[in-house]
């Protein structure tokens, strides 16, 4: 059995590039809603 | 006035319209023939590969029939501005619902026959002999087809992007459909009887039920404003 | 400390011990070798999917039950999760399946299941971007997403017994049976971990949603 290496680091690889993303994403986006004016005021 | 009236009535105003106008109807018989063209050409001349994909080619025709037709079921609601109406008749809404289906399994059922028919004549296929059996499949399948697919309609009418949003919502779900149905029209097709495809008749009969009763529980929320 | 990011630390952690555990604790496979250690991103994203399309059908039934805007930002934020994690789970098995089956794809039940479950939930967020009116994108994506998990186990029927008719023989699951003991701990920590990191993301994407609504 070949040690295929290649295909895990392939996954994990992807894997964190993915969930690390979302992350970055999330951070985007939370960064761009705290940066709008809040005088904006609650919906009712 | 009574539930299975008032659906009768959306049902009747459909028909109407539909009958002074013919257009729709028109239109999608004419696009069959044109689907008829569109399979031959794109499988060639082999009959051997075409009478094999045949079941396939049957549902697909009348999925991508069915993606036209359905997909307007609500249009002349909506240019006509009797959304409203619709939204402010009194009594469950589900019966507007039961109205529009009915209407839809009829069309459908009309776009059926007509491509059963002409698959038969132009890819001279014998489809008559397994007629009744096949007939009690395509209904069943086409009960599912329209339930999800009016509901989704309804859903899309006043959505951005609606032609493209009711495909990529309706597929999905009708993969079972789909699956069940070709799987037993090509069991019919190749001579075996009823008994044979039990399980996926029994399959289609439980997903229809669940499509009609979620589109019967849900639609009052789809036709809010 | 919120506990938002007490989660997140908890789910790097979590992910860490995973790590080690699928690299240092759990051994080299005897049959598949290397390439099972896949497994421990595979089954904990389809596990983490289930989980985050249950929520989606809480939340969706829950929306149209109450009209509680917090239910719909819970089902619009697990579907988007359900999406990542659905998306992740095929990845992974395809490349798994590669080296261990000669095939990136095959259209076996399991996969072909998650393939559809994956269009119907990306059709799910699809229809949420095109609805700008709160209480409509609810509503609408509430009867998608009750729909789209009703229609799960229909799916998961009509694929195996279509299955069946071209393919007869048994495919090779993911998980070697029977389980190594230290291999079912290497799955049962990624596993946490992954539920852990979901939590976490699912209280940032909520919180998200709520601020968005605020403006």
Not at chain 1, 7 to 29: E, P
Not at chain 2, 17 to 33: D, G, I, P, T, Y
């Amino acid at each position: 059995m070949p040690a295929n290496w290649g295909y895990v680091i392939a996954a994990y690889g992807i894997a964190a590039v993915a969930l690390f993303g979302y992350w970055r994403h999330l951070a985007r986006r939370a960064r761009a809603v705290a940066a709008r004016p809040a005088a904006k005021g609650r919906r009712a | 006035m009574s539930y299975a009236r008032r659906a009768w009535i959306i049902l009747w105003k459909d028909f109407l319209v539909e009958r002074r106008s013919k257009e729709q109807l028109n239109a999608l018989l004419f696009f069959c023939l044109l689907l008829l063209f569109l399979f031959q050409f794109a499988l060639g001349p082999d009959r051997e590969r075409l009478a094999a994909a045949l079941p396939g080619l049957l549902w697909l025709g009348f999925i991508l029939a069915g993606l036209l037709g359905l997909g307007r079921s609500f249009l002349a609601e909506r240019e006509n501005d009797c959304w409203e109406g619709l939204r402010l008749s009194p009594g469950d809404k589900s019966a507007i619902y039961v109205g529009k289906l009915a209407g839809n399994c009829v069309l459908m059922a009309v776009v059926e026959i007509i491509l059963v028919v002409l698959f038969g004549v132009f890819y001279d296929v014998d489809l008559w002999t397994p007629a009744a059996p096949l007939a009690l499949v395509l209904a069943i399948g086409t009960v599912g087809l329209a339930a999800v697919g009016t509901l989704f309609a309804a859903m899309t009418t006043h959505v951005r992007a609606r032609e493209l949003l009711f495909p990529v919502l309706l597929l999905p779900v009708q993969v079972p459909v789909l699956l069940a149905t070709v799987s037993a029209t090509q069991a019919l097709l190749l001579g075996q009887p009823l008994a044979d495809v039990a399980h996926w008749l029994k399959l289609l009969v439980g997903a229809d039920l669940v499509y009609v009763t979620i589109g019967l529980l849900t639609f009052e929320f789809v036709l809010e404003a | 400390m919120t506990i938002t990011r007490i989660l997140g630390w908890l789910a790097a952690i979590g992910l860490i011990a995973g790590l080690a555990a699928g690299f240092g604790y759990a051994p080299r496979e005897a049959i598949q070798g290397n390439v099972q250690r896949i497994m421990y991103l595979h089954v904990p994203s389809v596990l983490t999917s289930y989980l985050a399309f249950g929520l989606v059908l809480i939340g969706s039934i829950a929306y149209l039950a109450t009209r509680r805007a917090g239910w719909d930002r819970l089902a619009g934020a697990a579907g988007e999760l359900g999406v990542l994690f659905t998306g992740l789970t095929i990845v992974t098995g395809s490349i798994w399946g590669k080296p261990t089956w000669g095939t990136w794809w095959t259209w076996d039940a399991r996969l072909t299941s998650t393939a559809v479950l994956f269009c119907v939930y990306v059709g799910y967020l699809l229809l949420r971007s095109l609805i700008e009116d709160p209480d409509a994108r609810g509503r609408y994506a509430a009867v998608v997403g009750v729909l789209g998990a009703v229609n799960i186990p229909i799916v998961h029927f009509s694929v195996k017994w279509w299955r069946a008719l071209h393919q007869p023989s048994t495919i090779l699951g993911p998980e070697p049976s029977p389980i190594d003991p230290a291999i079912g701990l290497a799955l049962f920590v990624n596993w946490i971990a992954f539920t852990l990191l979901f939590v976490y993301f699912l209280s940032r994407r909520m919180e998200i949603a709520r601020r968005e609504e605020q403006m």
